[in-house]
């Protein structure tokens, strides 16, 4: 099993920056894709940014050259660097991982969720 810490989320005036984390820890897996969404009050969760296990990232279209999803391998950590930030980024924050459990032959491909951390944008 795969356990997620996320971090970063606070209050942050417009037009300013918030950096997230989430770290992810387990024995015998290979932590795939990682993602973060976003859920805002009365709205629907969606994709913010992924990043594929080889760096290859996808941007939702509101936050393309604002925010910059990375990842480092050697600690199974993904990071959301979020600039320029707007009111309507005010959501909460969740992270994704997809990950490989090997026990043995057998492959299990499973996800799991961050508990999520809360952005908010003041105007």
């Known amino acids: 099993q795969v356990q997620l810490v996320e971090s970063g989320g606070g209050l942050v005036e417009a037009g300013g920056s918030l950096r997230l984390s989430c770290a992810a820890s387990?024995?015998?897996?290979?932590?795939?894709?990682m993602a973060w969404y976003r859920q805002a009050p009365g709205k629907q969760r969606g994709l913010v940014a992924s990043i594929s296990s080889g760096g290859d990232t996808n941007y939702a279209d509101s936050v393309k050259g604002r925010f910059t999803i990375s990842r480092d391998n050697t600690k199974n950590t993904m990071y959301l660097q979020m600039n320029s930030l707007k009111p309507e980024d005010t959501a909460t924050y969740y992270c994704k991982v997809d990950y490989t459990a090997v026990r043995g032959p057998i492959y299990r491909y499973l996800e799991v969720w961050g508990q999520g951390t809360l952005v908010t944008v003041s105007s």
């Open positions: 387990g024995s015998a897996v290979n932590i795939n894709a």
